[in-house]
């Protein structure tokens, strides 16, 4: 079985998407945000978490980028000064965590001197646009990621908050066969293959010197058609060992059963991917990725768009069994970016909305050690909002209908 792919998507040059140049007829709040570090979301119908009861008529009030209260609108007091947005009719959640994105075209390229509009125009057309206020980038260029992070972290850009894993590991000859077409030769060259146990822990310190903040592994990779590569057992655990001293995650991409293997014998923690050839697959890998603590990333989009049923029970069983489950679409690789078709499939996996809102927000900072910061609005968390158009609750797709997003209490896009 062959990896699903969009055949004729190019991995490191694919073309600039459409932008998305929106106005919003409820209230142009940018340049009243600029004289105020306060915000008040009032009137809106809050879901503080995935668990909690929605609070109907009620505000949320960020000050100085962090939540300070949440309550009904009667009960809440507006600082002076405040930006109101008006959410009347609307569903104000957390920030959403798309943690499986690249940002591998040919459009960021030379991060540091593009003009900041132009880059913030396509973080919205690509992530910030569908409520993305923090996205894990599972491999790319670390320089250039490094750069664009550092133009937005300095405010000069309007995005999302980074984490990447600059360039992946790959078995020893076992770069993909889909990458090795589109990718310049010269470029190959700068992919690691480590050999040895030195190579792989070498490979990593050198990652994370650069400023990665994940390791992304490709303990299965498809070589060939039909042909999946699995990393050396030896090399895979000892670069999980040096990220792990590092206090660092470990993302993989496995590709089939053999991949899973070496994942968990090397523990592993987290799949960027379902297991796209589930031959072989059985109840046993998901109870040890559950002992293990691993959380998946589904990519049905990729891996699923057809509604392969083998792929989505494998999400559906894991969901069950209590395994840990983000959000993460592939865009970036994938050349559309909208997430809707993904939500959608995970609804057909059997996933609650409460399971797919966990997954976008309580999920991803469990995972990484954030829940006193992320993932939640209560006071004293980080200013991370998204406005909804649509009840979740009503549809998969609401998640898609995003009319503001907004980070550190910064407005970084709104509709």
Known sequence: MTRRRWATVPFWLVGIAAILCLSDSRAQVGLAQRASD???????????????????????????????????????TVPAGATIIDCTGFVVVAGFQNSHVHFTEDKWTDANA?????????????????????????????????????????????????LTAGLALYPPAGIPYYVKGVVPAELIRL???????AEAAGAVRANLDGGADIIKLFTGSWVAPGQVLPMPASTASAAVAEAHRRGRLVFTHPSNVAGLEVALDAHVDVLAHAIDDVRGFT????????????????????????????????????ARTGGRVLFGTDVGYLPDYDPAREYQLLDAAGLTWRQILASLTTEPA????????HGRLTPGMEGDVVVLGTDPGLGSRAFADVRYAIKAGHVIYQR
């Open 114 to 162: 593009q003009p900041a509009s132009k880059l913030t125009a396509q973080l919205r057309a690509m992530l910030t646009g569908y409520g993305f206020t923090t996205v894990v980038d599972t491999a790319s260029l670390l320089a250039n990621t490094v750069a664009l992070r550092r133009r937005i972290d300095a405010g000069e850009v309007d995005g999302p908050r980074i």
């Open 38 to 76: 306060t915000i008040a979301l009032t009137g809106g119908r809050v879901i503080a978490s995935p668990d909690a009861a929605p609070l109907d008529n009620s505000t949320v009030v960020i000050v100085g980028g962090r939540i300070r209260e949440v309550g009904p609108r009667g009960r809440v």
């Open 366 to 373: 469990a995972t990484f050690g954030e829940s006193g910061q």
């Open 191 to 197: 992919l690691p293959q480590p050999e040895t146990v």
């Open 283 to 318: 109840p046993d890998h998901l109870r040890r990725m559950k002992e293990q603590h691993v959380a998946l990333v589904p990519t049905l989009k990729l891996l699923a768009a057809d509604g392969r049923r083998e792929v989505l029970d494998q999400v559906r069983d894991y």
